[in-house]
T-cell receptor, first 113, second 112 residues
């Protein structure tokens, strides 16, 4: 089945220690998104890629970076995690020009100690 | 920025009851999406609506795209324990391309 896969599902890192979360997709969608979701809140968009074209949300901290080496894979790098970065990180994909449905992966739960 | 007002914020119902939740916006949307999120998982798309007035069902779920294009509702009939989760409405505002705005979510709890 076509899907969005996120690894790992759970990640524990220390305060200030860089961490990388990964996302892969078999849907062959050209748009990929990274969201941060804190407890019981709606997902908050961090950035997205149209193909290799990177688009950062204005309020995404510089501490968050992303890479998309090819259509299938996308990475979220947190350079110096703080306690406030503990959250669920969701990857999603969509096509470029509608329908505007986004398909989400299962998420990575990040804990910062 | 654009906001979607989703209500109720939470519901605690008895198994077998019907459930209704809705989303409203001050602006027009061309698409309404309804997602369900189980604890510790990513949101799963339940229903997508593309035309004003459209009524779409997915099993026990029914959703409608309001004729003003500023609202949508989701109904769940004969609720069961596995309906527990958070339901989000979402949609791209006009001229926002693919970018989704999310409602605040409705947390549904079902008592067996």
């Amino acid at each position: 089945d076509a899907m969005v896969i996120q690894n790992p599902r759970y990640q524990v890192t220390q305060f200030g220690k860089p961490v990388t979360l990964s996302c892969s997709q078999t849907l062959n969608h050209n748009v990929m998104y990274w969201y941060q979701q804190k407890s019981s809140q709606a997902p908050k968009l961090l950035f997205h890629y149209y193909d290799k074209d990177f688009n950062n949300e204005a309020d995404t901290p510089d501490n968050f970076q992303s890479r998309r080496p090819n259509t299938s894979f996308c990475f979220l790098d947190i350079r110096s995690p703080g306690l406030g970065d503990a959250a669920m990180y969701l990857c999603a994909t969509s096509t470029t020009s509608g329908p505007y449905e986004q398909y989400f992966g299962p998420g990575t739960r990040l804990t910062v100690t | 920025g654009q906001q979607l007002n989703q209500s109720p914020q939470s519901m605690f119902i008895q198994e077998g009851e019907d459930v209704s939740m809705n989303c409203t916006s001050s602006s027009i949307f061309n698409t309404w999406l309804w997602y369900k999120q189980d604890p510790g998982e990513g949101p799963v798309l339940l229903i997508a609506l593309y035309k004003a007035g459209e009524l779409t069902s997915n099993g026990r779920l029914t959703a409608q795209f309001g004729i003003t294009r500023k609202d949508s509702f989701l109904n769940i009939s004969a609720s069961i324990p596995s309906d527990v989760g958070i339901y989000f409405c979402a949609g791209p505002p006009l001229n926002a391309g693919n970018m989704l705005t999310f409602g605040g979510g409705t947390r549904l709890m079902v008592k067996p």
